[in-house]
């Protein structure tokens, strides 16, 4: 792993959603296992891609870092200081230091308020500053990220979806965080604007030294903008790496999988996997042993039994899968 | 206030005039008109002339002044009640609706209790524990739209609060009463104000109920309600005194309906800005 003290880190990390049937509470609670422990880290100005298929439990595991859902159980170490047990003053102070972009910018900014209004939120809700002061810093951030400041007098339905994802960048960078979670923030957006919000992203995160964690399910916009991916599969992490090792040598069958089902424009190319049979299985009730044995085509009788750990198969590259193991 | 009379459809605008009219009246009418209580028994019950452009009822008062003093009250007991059931309505709906858990289910469970009973018998049950009055009255019917502009504001907050633009002033600090005021109030702003006003026109027709009924505010005064009642017994020999106190109280409640119903269409087509409910 990386040698320098990480900015994030988690030690299992779980989070249980209890299903609340409408009625009286009888007979066994049923549980879906969001996010199943996970430990990694994030390494001060790096991009960790986190991708997965829809429902795998990656938004939730990144929206407990920025704690808008409390966790089951597990820390999150932020600066060495475990989040997961603050007081609802010192979780305050957190909040400055770690921000989050949504997917849908159509739905993140109030339509009742002016774009001035939602930047200067932030800084009115803590305090920071003269009004003079407030209303400089926001234009300043909307100058960064390249709108004009008259923006600020509008209101977000007069802006298109790139732009509102931009100012919604402007809204995470009032505060200066350290850290931005980024859930799907292009995932809304055409194709022709995803670029380009992607590299403002990249641009700032250069002038401002952010720390990203990088949630999508879009491969390609994952290898673009990342340092290291991890991969999740039903809340667990099976695979994590370099982007160079995980997109040249996939060592889990899931992440060669998804690979595979990233279209290539060349023709000649065979595919080494068709594409995944089966659906995901239920969160309420995964499978036994290794959760992706029932869609898996190496499965194994040993799969079923024992759950496999993340093992190390190279240097900054971990694999959960009993067949990658048995290899090295 | 003027760019928005101006985008009212046409049933709004009548629906202001009417109003204006009648606030108008209510304001200044009592410094030109009879005194109300003013008995002359020597003319009672005489049709419209140019004296008594209502003409008078059984005791000689005129009965014009005290359709205009009448209006008042209406409007007092209309607005008033309305603004009761709307303070306390949607503090309730609000609150439970975003915090949820035991508190809305405690609270919207008591708010569908009250729903259950006609708000005429609710207002007869708190007049006859508290006694009447303006005051008392005026509290009496505004219960009764307490649960209406709680379940209002209680739906909304829950669709409202599920936006990302909430996740995002959490994120960023902000604690829930702030939320509150800055991001759900407003969101149901447009929704209230036509619910408000449809409310105060219910409002002003229980309120006329109670006093025809002879509970609520002393028969004494001037109001629609009790006049009906008066007048009811004058029936057959004298048609002006259950005629226009009847259309008194037409004429308000029409006016108010199509300035609600106006506003309601207004807002919906406001589109882009704020959260437009149904």
């Known amino acids: ?328 | 206030m003027l760019s928005v009379l101006k985008k009212l459809p046409l049933s709004g605008k009548i629906g202001v005039g009417i109003l204006t009219v009648l606030l108008m009246a209510a304001i200044f009418g009592p410094m030109v008109l009879h005194d109300p209580y003013a008995q002359n028994l020597i003319h009672s019950l005489e049709g419209p002339s140019a004296e008594h452009w209502l003409g008078t009822d059984q005791i000689g008062r005129d009965l014009l002044s005290r359709i205009v003093v009448g209006a008042r009250y209406s409007l007092l007991i209309g607005i008033g009640a309305t603004l009761f059931g709307a303070v306390i309505g949607v503090a309730i709906g609000v609150f439970s609706g975003y915090f949820g858990g035991w508190l809305e289910m405690a609270m919207m469970r008591l708010m569908e209790m009250l729903m259950v009973f006609p708000g005429i018998l609710i207002a007869l049950m708190v007049i006859a524990v508290a006694g009447d009055g303006l005051v008392n009255v005026i509290v009496a019917v505004g219960l009764r739209a307490v649960p209406i502009f709680a379940r209002l504001a209680q739906t909304s907050t829950h669709t409202i609060r599920e936006r990302e633009y909430i996740l995002a002033a959490k994120a960023v600090g902000a604690s829930g009463f702030r939320i509150l005021y800055s991001h759900v109030l407003p969101a149901l702003f447009n929704s209230l104000v036509v619910l408000a006003a449809l409310q105060v026109a219910t409002s002003i027709l229980v309120g006329a109920t109670l006093s025809f009924l002879g509970v609520g505010i002393s028969p004494e005064m001037p109001e629609w309600g009790s006049m009906l009642n008066t007048g009811r017994r004058y029936i057959f020999q004298h048609w002006p005194l259950v005629v226009f106190p009847g259309l008194a109280i037409m004429i308000t409640v029409l006016g108010i309906n199509l300035l609600g119903d106006g506003l309601r269409a207004m807002l919906s087509k406001q589109h882009g800005r704020g959260v437009v409910l149904k």
């Open chain 1, 1 to 328: 792993m990386t040698k320098t003290q990480p900015l994030i880190e988690t030690l299992g990390l779980t989070k249980h959603f209890p299903i609340s049937g409408r009625g009286l509470p009888i007979g066994r609670k049923r549980i879906v296992r969001a996010v199943e422990d996970v430990s990694l880290r994030i390494a001060p100005g790096e991009t960790l891609g986190l991708v997965g298929e829809s429902g795998c439990g990656k938004s939730t595991f990144g929206r407990m870092l920025v704690r808008l859902i409390d966790s089951t159980s597990g820390s999150i170490l932020f600066d060495g200081v475990d989040l997961a047990r603050l007081s609802a003053r010192d979780l305050r102070q957190y909040r400055r230091k770690v921000q989050i972009i949504f997917q849908d910018p159509f739905n993140s900014l109030d339509p009742q308020k002016t774009v001035g209004a939602s930047l200067l939120e932030p800084l009115n809700v803590f305090r920071l500053g003269t009004p003079a002061e407030r209303r400089e810093k926001a234009a300043a951030l909307l100058d960064q990220v390249r709108l004009p400041v008259t923006a600020l007098n509008r209101y977000p339905h007069e802006f298109s979806g790139g732009q509102r994802q931009r100012i919604c960048i402007a809204r995470a960078l009032m505060l200066d965080p350290k850290f931005i979670m980024c859930d799907e923030v292009v995932s809304a957006l055409d194709v022709s604007v995803q670029a380009q919000v992607i590299n403002q992203l990249k641009d700032l995160q250069a002038a401002l030294g952010l720390t990203y964690l990088f949630v999508s399910h879009d491969l390609g916009v994952v290898r673009h903008m990342s340092h290291r991916v991890a991969v999740m599969y039903l809340g667990r992490i099976i695979e994590i790496g370099k982007k160079e090792e995980i997109y040249d040598a996939p060592g889990h069958p899931y992440t060669k999988a998804l690979l595979a089902a990233v279209p290539i424009a060349d023709p000649r190319r065979r595919r080494e996997f068709t594409s995944l049979e089966g659906e995901v299985p239920s969160p309420v009730n995964p499978p036994s042993g290794c959760r992706f044995r029932t869609r898996c085509p190496l499965a194994q009788d040993i799969c079923a039994r024992v759950e496999p750990e993340l093992t190390a198969v190279g240097t900054d590259h971990a694999v959960a899968c009993h067949l990658v193991q048995s290899d090295t």
